[in-house]
């Protein structure tokens, strides 16, 4: 409950409850971070997932947990019991389902089911194909858990603004390379309270490694980094208390126009998504082009999502929600209040260099009126600097000028009373206010 913030009986309530209303008697699971969400249980069998691998049913009143057995401590176990969850051998799962009742009802979701459980159904039992029950219910966080991503997000900007001053104070006089910086930052962040691990693969990429989106630099593939070109960097931290994807692109030296113009360009993306405001009802393919116009009237694009939902603790990449376009985009869950998701616009250059923002941004409530009914917008929850130096600032409006200062007097406000003085210094400098803000613009939450 100290970071769950719902007790197990009542999520599974909650599921019970949608399965009465979809007339059905059983439910099977087999997505891991659901099942991990639904009994506030997490494990260590996926890289970078705090998961375990099992299967769940929930039936009316019981519900039937198969993992294997050496993975279920007797304290764990007997609280589990207690909530009506009985544990049996994880190689079980399809001979209970051979032996569901004739005539009874499973629900489960086809893109998430084995062929060898799905022919373990009997016929008798009528089928229901729908994305899983606990899917949308795991994707809005509760109050206690977006109270904990805030406080997450702080340490794990603490962690970052201690390696980018570290990465600056260096490069170039001691031998960097992709690799030992994506070590010197899991360093940063395993100082941090409740750190568990990362979140996935870090991607460092500096030069024309950067336009790869998912590189994965290795110890033969590594450049080693130098005080000029630009360096993308794309990390996240697991902690008991919430899951962080962050990415940032550093200027290692004085940045050309070229590199400055494409930078502001996804920057300016990046405030517009930021700064949306939208009805009730909207999904994220609707606010997909918020994030590109500006490229797409320079005749670029980026070819990935806009952004994913990420877990509170679980996976960094969940559903249902995205921001996204293709064949998929209009079937995804609207944009609810209390959802975490990633804005990440970007361009790349084939072996030139790639550029990158990646904060999370949270649904919130924006405003209420009887003739439009409920808005809502976007809240930033990152907390990072901006490297000042790729930003042509002659290429932003005012009310842009404004997002990014107020988001670095956050940033400053937030971060400060946990780093040194020569931090602190740092930091201010990198957060300094930039430009005049020509408009009288109110900023909504974001």
Known sequence: MRFAGKKREDKLEAVRSEMRAKKVDYHLITSLDDIAWLYNIRGNDVNYNPVGICYTIVGKTKAYLFISEEKVDNKLKTSLEAAGIVIYPYNTVAEFLSNLP??????????????????????????????????????????????????????????????????????????????????????????QQHFAGESFGTIAGYQGHGAIVHYSATEESAYTLRPEGIFLLDSGGQYLDGTTDITRTIALGEPDDEQKRDFTLVLKGHIALARAVFPEGTRGYQLE????????????NYGHGTGHGVGFFLNVHEGPQSIGSGATASKVSVLQPGMLTSNEPGVYHKDKYGIRTENLILTVPHSENEAFGKFYCFETVTLCPIDLRLIDTDMLSGEEVTWLNDYHRRVNEKLSPYLNPPEQEWLSEKTRAIGRDQTAWVPAKG
Do not use: C
Not at 160 to 170: A, G, H, I, Y
């Open 102 to 191: 004739d005539e009874s009802t499973l629900l489960f979701s086809p893109d998430k089911t084995s062929l060898w459980l799905y022919e373990s159904i009997p016929g008798e039992v009528k089928k229901k194909e729908e994305i899983h029950i606990t899917t949308p219910l795991k994707s809005v966080k509760n109050e206690t858990e977006t109270a904990l991503i805030r406080s997450t997000m702080v340490k794990d900007g603490v962690a970052m603004v201690k390696f980018l001053k570290w990465l600056e104070e260096n490069v170039g006089k001691m031998e960097i390379t992709e690799v030992t910086a994506a070590d010197k930052l899991r360093e940063f962040r395993a100082e």
């Open 289 to 300: 082009g918020l994030a590109r116009q500006y490229l797409w009237s320079y005749a670029m």
